[in-house]
Structure formats: C-alpha cells, structure tokens
C-alpha cells in the first residue's frame, strides 16, 4: 500500500469515529445557522439601528456581570449555578410584571439582577449598586430614565419574592446521613478524606420536578456483574492509551475555575441568543430555562448520587491514571451528563435552527469525564437518560408568559 493509499485509509477510519460525526453535525448547523442568520439579522437591522448581533440587552449585560463576580469570588460549581438560576429566574419575572405595568423591560431585568446579586455577594452590594446608578445615570434627564426607573423598582420588587424563595430552598440544611460502612460503595479518594460534597442537594426543592427523586436513576449494576466490569474496562483502556485529544476534551470540560460550568453554559446561551437578535424577554426566558433546568438536573443527580453511592473508577481500579481531579463525591450517574444534557436540549428546542449543536457538546462534555478517568459510561448513558426526562418537563411546563413563574418543587 503506498503512502497516499494509507493516508486515504486512516482518513476513512476516522470518519467512522463519533468524534468525527459531532463534528461534522456541527459544522453543517453552523453553516445552516450561519446561511439562515444572516437573513434574519438583514431584516432587524432594516427595523432597528441597532446591531442584532451584538444584542445589548440589559439581561445579557447582566448575566456577563453575574459570571464577572462569580469568577472573582470562586463560588464553587453549585452556588455558581444557583446565582444564576434564581438571578435570571428573578429577570425574567420582573420583565412579566413590567411588561403588565405597560413598563419597558430593561429597568425591570436591571434591578432584578442587582437585587439578586447583592443576596448572593453581600460584600460586593455598593459595587453592584453603583454599576446600576451608572446605569441609570447614563440615560441623562430624558423621559425614558423616568421609565427605567420606574421599571427598577419594579424589578427590585419581584427580585425580593425570589430572594425568599431562594432562602427557602433548603439549600443551607446540614446533611444528616452517615457514610456507608461497605468497603465496596464509594469512599473519598481526597488525601485526607473529606465529607462528600453536596449530600444534601436531594433535599432541596426543585424549580420544575416536584422532588430530585422524582427522576431517580435506575439501579446501577453489581460490581461484580459482567456489564460494570465491562465500563471498568473501558475507563482502563482510556487510561492506558489515553490520547492528546481526550486529555484536551477532558481538560477543556473540567470548568474548575472562572465562572464554572454554569458559567460557561451561560456564555453559549449568550452567544446564541446575540447570534439570533434576541430582545429582552426572549433573553431572559432563554437564560432562566437554561439555569433552572441545570439547577434542577444538579439536584436529581445528587438524590440518585447518595442512594446508590457507587464508586469511582480509581477506587475499584488504582492503577486507572487520571487526566483531571476526582470530584468529591460518588459516580453514579454523571452530573456533567445530567446537566449538560438538560441544558442541551433545552438550548436546541429554544434554537431548531442550529440543528442539535448544544446537544452534541453536552455529549462531548459527558465523553469528557470517561477520558478524564473519574466517570464510567453507565454514569453517562443514566445521567442523558435522566436529562432527557427533565428536558422534556422543563419544555412542557415553560414559562408563562402573562404571570410569574413560581417553583414547582416541594
């Protein structure tokens, strides 16, 4: 075989690879998303002198804040999450309440936001309160800053009933379980060993399931079976043989630091939404979908987490070498698959026309945990499982339009 004829080849085998076809998914959306958006952007642009690309949305402008001080202040992944679940949640109520008062929504998304920011970064309360004077400020003695203002007050208003859901949310509640005595369930791999992480998040109340059970994972399978032997094996193979490319997949997905991984969801919703030329209701309802589905996949997975407590790769097997750290807490099922997966398929149902895009990466960031050697595949075929499920409750229960979106949960 001469040289061209075994390129051809090596060429043909990767083609065949899934890689390869979530690649090729996204570029045909891209090129499809690219084509039809370009339309769409001609269009408002003819209506607005404003740049549709650019979106400058008091919501977006907000959300690139919250993230701003959740990276300054290394909140950590969930209360990453839930800043931004319950800020946006806040955002999009306050805009529903404005949008009644016959008010414009920016001053209504504006003093929701920093309302809600200052309860979750009390130190920073005068720099957030004066960003929003700056705001306020820069609109001079014209009328619209009598509607701003107005619209501030209103959105500080609706901000301070979801503040007090937020307090109410059992977040704060002390974990009161013991760890398991089984040699063969999961044990902390830290050095020294540490408490798990976030055992009480099952408890906590959902935004749009009734309880983080309510999706439970289905049992996992004996450790002793021949199917988890067989992802085991998998985790292994990877370890031993581990590519540059899945180091990088694996790194780029860790989110351990800046504004998380809901940070760095919140970052694709914004391009999305400025991509399309999204207006300021549509901003806010796209982000608060986004955020409460992650908040509430985070839930779901910790309830099934701490029923089934099953270990780590590295704790069945020590010679698996890792890529990335090893959260603090079990396997089974996979948060990044969960909550990837839910906002996926939230993100594609709120954009058809990018053809699947946001859920390809949710796939890949769920591949990322197996190449990183902290995951089995079970974890990620229950957690997409499972993210399917929320999805689809998420989607079918939506956010009203005429009234404020109360949470569900008990």
């Given at each position: 075989m001469n040289v061209e004829s075994r390129r051809t080849s090596r060429l043909d085998a990767w083609l065949r690879t899934p890689r390869a076809l979530a690649i090729a998914i996204v570029a045909a959306a891209l090129a499809t998303g690219c084509a039809q958006?370009?339309?769409?952007?001609?269009?408002?642009?003819?209506a607005s002198p404003a740049s549709p690309w650019a979106a400058p949305t008091s919501t977006v402008r907000w959300n690139d804040y919250a993230c701003d001080l959740i990276a300054r202040n290394q909140v950590g992944q969930f209360p990453a999450l839930r800043t931004l679940a319950y800020t946006n949640l806040a955002i999009n109520n306050a805009i529903v309440v404005a949008r009644a008062k016959g008010l414009r929504p920016e001053g209504a998304a504006s003093g929701a936001a920093a309302t809600m920011l200052m309860f979750f970064f009390p130190k920073d309360e005068q720099v957030i309160a004066a960003r929003l004077s700056g705001e306020t400020a820069a609109l001079g003695a014209t009328g619209y800053r009598g509607d701003f203002s107005a619209g501030v007050e209103v959105g500080r208003a609706t901000a301070a009933d979801v503040v007090a859901w937020a307090k109410a949310d059992r977040a704060a509640v002390a974990w009161t379980g013991t760890l398991p005595s089984d040699r063969a369930l999961w044990s902390s791999r830290s050095q020294p060993a540490a408490p798990p992480l976030g055992p009480q998040l099952g408890a906590m109340r959902p935004f749009f399931?009734?309880?983080?059970?309510?999706i439970r994972a289905a049992p996992p399978p004996a450790l002793s079976s021949p199917e988890f032997k067989a992802t085991l094996a998998e985790v292994r193979t990877i370890s031993d043989g581990r590519t540059y490319e899945q180091v990088r997949i694996a790194q780029y997905w860790e989110n351990l630091n800046g504004s998380f991984g809901a940070g760095a969801w919140n970052q694709v919703a914004r391009d999305a939404i400025s991509a399309h030329g999204l207006g300021e209701a549509d901003s806010a309802r796209v982000l608060?979908?986004?955020?409460?589905?992650g908040f509430d996949a985070n839930l779901a997975s910790h309830e099934s987490k701490y029923v089934y407590w099953v270990p780590r790769p590295t704790q069945v097997d020590p010679e698996i070498r890792l890529a990335i750290?090893?959260?603090?807490?079990?396997?089974?099922?996979?948060n990044h698959a969960i909550i990837s997966g839910s906002v996926g398929r939230v993100?594609?149902?709120?954009?058809?026309?990018?053809?699947?895009?946001?859920?390809?990466?949710?796939?890949?960031a769920g591949e990322s945990r197996i190449y990183g050697g902290i995951h089995y595949r079970i974890d990620l075929d229950e957690g997409f499982r499972m993210a399917d499920k929320l999805a689809q409750r998420v989607l079918e229960v939506g956010l009203p339009?005429?009234?404020p979106f109360v949470p569900r949960g008990q």
């Open positions: 958006q370009a339309a769409r952007n001609d269009a408002a642009a003819m399931l009734a309880t983080a059970g309510e608060a979908l986004v955020h409460m589905a750290g090893v959260p603090n807490h079990p396997s089974y099922p996979s993100l594609d149902a709120q954009f058809p026309d990018m053809h699947g895009r946001y859920y390809v990466m949710a796939r890949e339009a005429d009234r």
